[in-house]
């Protein structure tokens, strides 16, 4: 739900600040955009009030993300629909603030569905990297969400964005958090270390991580959500 979010959101060109699917207080997970940072360099096209389209196709993208998995795996939707419920009701009101008209709202929110599968589809690649990536670390930065999609599409970050992401200290440790994690499974799967070992280091790993984000201007946004 969240990767198909992130990945949507970095191919229409928007800054992701944080991907996460650790659960903690009231939320179950989040996907959230660093409009700040987008105004500062002259994006503001998807601040709220701007009535752009492309917001509707980023909420409809978690949606679709799941709806897509299901049917990869012959699952029931409607058993996960759930985790959608809050991106429906900000898409309802959205779309209203933005199409007085019922039926040039309608024509507007099938359009924007239709792109949100259309991208996915195409980049289904990226969702995978991203989703085994929050499955092992449970939260990424958005420097972090942004190099993974973009390796997944075999393309190299060469817009306004690519500054902003150098900075992140926590991206540029990721080569080797990703050995760290890599070892412990490989000596996991050969019996050098028990699960709980496994589960130990991994969360070392978390720990790590965790203290790296507490000791930047992010963690005052984002400190609520762990």
Same mark, same amino acid.
């Given at each position: 739900?969240? *990767?198909?979010?992130?990945? &949507?959101? +970095? &191919?229409?060109?928007? %800054? @992701?600040? /944080?991907?996460?699917?650790?659960?903690?207080?009231? !939320?179950?997970?989040?996907?959230?955009?660093?409009? !700040?940072?987008? $105004?500062?360099? +002259? +994006?503001?096209?998807?601040?709220?009030?701007?009535?752009?389209?492309?917001? %509707?196709?980023?909420? !409809?993208?978690?949606?679709?993300?799941?709806?897509?998995?299901?049917?990869?795996?012959?699952?029931? !939707?409607e058993v996960l629909r759930?985790?959608?419920?809050?991106?429906?009701?900000?898409? =309802?009101?959205? $779309?209203?603030?933005?199409?007085?008209?019922?039926? #040039?709202?309608? @024509?507007?929110?099938? *359009?924007?569905?239709?792109?949100?599968?259309? /991208?996915?589809?195409? +980049?289904w690649n990226a969702v995978?990297? /991203?989703?085994?990536?929050?499955?092992? /670390?449970?939260? %990424?930065?958005?420097?972090?969400?942004? $190099? @993974?999609?973009? =390796?997944?599409?075999?393309?190299?970050? &060469?817009?306004?964005?690519?500054?902003?992401? #150098?900075?992140?200290?926590?991206?540029?440790?990721?080569? =080797?958090?990703?050995?760290?994690?890599?070892?412990?499974? *490989?000596?996991?799967?050969?019996?050098?270390?028990? =699960?709980?070992?496994?589960?130990?280091?991994?969360?070392?790993?978390?720990?790590?991580? %965790?203290?790296?984000?507490?000791?930047?201007?992010?963690?005052?946004?984002?400190? $609520?959500?762990?």
């Open positions: 739900h969240e *990767a198909g979010h992130a990945v &949507v959101g +970095h &191919v229409i060109g928007r %800054l @992701i600040a /944080l991907v996460s699917v650790k659960q903690a207080t009231s !939320y179950r997970g989040c996907c959230r955009f660093d409009s !700040y940072t987008e $105004s500062a360099h +002259h +994006h503001d096209q998807w601040q709220k009030g701007r009535q752009n389209p492309e917001l %509707l196709t980023i909420l !409809y993208a978690g949606a679709v993300a799941v709806s897509l998995l299901c049917e990869q795996r012959g699952w029931d !939707y759930t985790s959608n419920l809050q991106d429906e009701a900000e898409i =309802e009101q959205l $779309s209203r603030e933005m199409f007085a008209d019922d039926a #040039q709202r309608n @024509i507007a929110l099938d *359009a924007c569905r239709k792109q949100a599968c259309d /991208l996915l589809t195409t +980049h995978k990297a /991203l989703v085994g990536e929050l499955l092992a /670390l449970q939260w %990424l930065t958005g420097a972090e969400a942004h $190099s @993974i999609i973009g =390796e997944a599409l075999g393309k190299e970050q &060469v817009d306004w964005r690519w500054g902003v992401l #150098q900075a992140d200290p926590i991206n540029q440790r990721r080569t =080797e958090f990703e050995v760290q994690l890599k070892q412990l499974v *490989a000596d996991f799967l050969k019996g050098v270390i028990t =699960e709980q070992e496994l589960d130990e280091g991994m969360a070392k790993i978390q720990q790590e991580r %965790l203290t790296i984000l507490q000791s930047t201007p992010a963690w005052h946004f984002f400190g $609520s959500l762990f």
